[in-house]
């Protein structure tokens, strides 16, 4: 199964994803779960951990969410593969981390 740029799809890789709608648009990374492969009946789908999650407003700054759901399943060819650099220091306007590593302000990984 190829991701948006034609590359086959690995378990346990960190790829992303964008949506926008109504000047909404929703940026998503995730690492791969589950790959299950379609049939004349179903299409392909991918299934992402979700490791970050923002979203804006056509001219204003990204938002942090908090994980509306800790997984998301989506078409392969919406995918595209992403390299993550993680700093250990860093976090979400300067909030602290909580015992899992995310940031107990907004819930993201602080990468």
């Given at each position: 199964m190829?991701?948006?740029?034609?590359?086959?799809?690995?378990?346990?890789k960190t790829y992303g994803y964008s949506t926008t709608s109504s000047g909404w648009a929703v940026v998503v990374i995730g690492k791969?779960?589950?790959?299950?492969?379609?049939?004349?009946?179903?299409?392909?789908?991918?299934?992402?951990?979700v490791i970050r999650r923002q979203t804006f407003l056509y001219g204003h700054a990204a938002e942090y969410q908090k994980y509306k759901s800790?997984?998301?399943?989506?078409?392969?060819?919406?995918?595209?593969?992403?390299?993550?650099e993680v700093d250990p220091d860093a976090c979400c306007?300067?909030?602290?981390?909580?015992?899992?590593?995310?940031?107990?302000?907004?819930?993201?990984?602080?990468?």
């Open positions: 190829e991701d948006a740029t034609g590359r086959e799809i690995e378990l346990e791969v779960r589950k790959i299950r492969p379609g049939d004349e009946r179903q299409r392909d789908l991918v299934t992402l951990d800790k997984t998301v399943t989506i078409s392969p060819f919406h995918l595209f593969p992403v390299t993550l306007e300067n909030e602290t981390r909580d015992m899992n590593g995310g940031c107990t302000n907004c819930g993201d990984p602080c990468l």
